[in-house]
T-cell receptor
Framework: SQQGEEDPQALSIQEGENATMNCSYK?????LQWYRQNSGRGLVHLIL?????REKHSGRLRVTLDTSKKSSSLLITASRAADTASYFC???????????FGKGTLLTVNP | SQTIHQWPATLVQPVGSPLSLECTVE??????LYWYRQAAGRGLQLLFY??????ISSEVPQNLSASRPQDRQFILSSKKLLLSDSGFYLC???FGAGRSTDTQYFGPGTRLTVL
């Protein structure tokens, strides 16, 4: 089964710096998604990249996908204290009804 | 746009007591519905999903059950809670009618503590 694994597990940076989080998965995918979760809240979808795409941008977010290495990265540029949250990757493949989530990266942006 | 409601927001229950968590969806019809559990500091574990009224698929064996009595209502239940049932329960939906899972939309979650 697919399994997303993010690294690092935790990341602490200063406001204005860039934050990079990585995700690996094990089997072929249709798409890979990144979600954000503020403490004690539900998840919010950030960006989706399809298996035939290599890079995608949305505002300060940049996602890359390397299907040969079964990995993805999420880059947040010019981070803000409000970006403090947990970030999860989720892979979709095989059955259309399931996403497999990783364990997440806890990002702390210090003001 | 769709909105997902969950209640209660927090719940403290004794071991062996019953459980009923409710999820309702507004703004869309015929969604796929999902129940996830998130342990502290961990990722999401898919518990159940439903592609239509009365259609429930279980992902892991457990003492929990799910029901979908209406198109936009999804209920998570237990007859007797265990300590290990503690966690953060999230309901999610995506657009059904055979469309692929592109994006899931999550409710605010229910924090369950079993004592």
């Amino acid at each position: 089964s697919q399994q997303g694994e993010e690294d690092p597990q935790a990341l602490s940076i200063q406001e204005g710096e860039n934050a990079t989080m990585n995700c690996s998965y094990k089997t072929s995918i249709n798409n890979l998604q990144w979600y954000r979760q503020n403490s004690g809240r539900g998840l919010v979808h950030l960006i989706l990249i399809r298996s035939n795409e290599r890079e995608k941008h949305s505002g300060r977010l940049r996602v890359t996908l390397d299907t040969s290495k079964k990995s993805s990265s999420l880059l947040i540029t010019a981070s803000r204290a409000a970006d403090t949250a947990s970030y999860f990757c989720a892979s979709s493949g095989g059955s259309n009804y399931k996403l497999t989530f990783g364990k997440g990266t806890l990002l702390t942006v210090n003001p | 746009s769709q909105t997902i409601h969950q209640w209660p927001a927090t719940l403290v229950q004794p071991v062996g007591s019953p459980l009923s968590l409710e999820c309702t969806v507004e703004g869309t019809s015929n969604p796929n519905l999902y129940w996830y559990r998130q342990a502290a500091g961990r990722g999401l574990q898919l518990l159940f999903y439903s592609v239509g009224i009365g259609q429930i698929s279980s992902e892991v064996p457990q003492n929990l059950s799910a029901s979908r009595p209406q198109d936009r209502q999804f209920i998570l239940s237990s007859k007797k809670l265990l300590l290990s049932d503690s966690g953060f329960y999230l309901c999610a939906c995506d657009f059904g009618a055979g469309r692929s899972t592109d994006t899931q939309y999550f409710g605010p979650g229910t924090r369950l503590t079993v004592l």
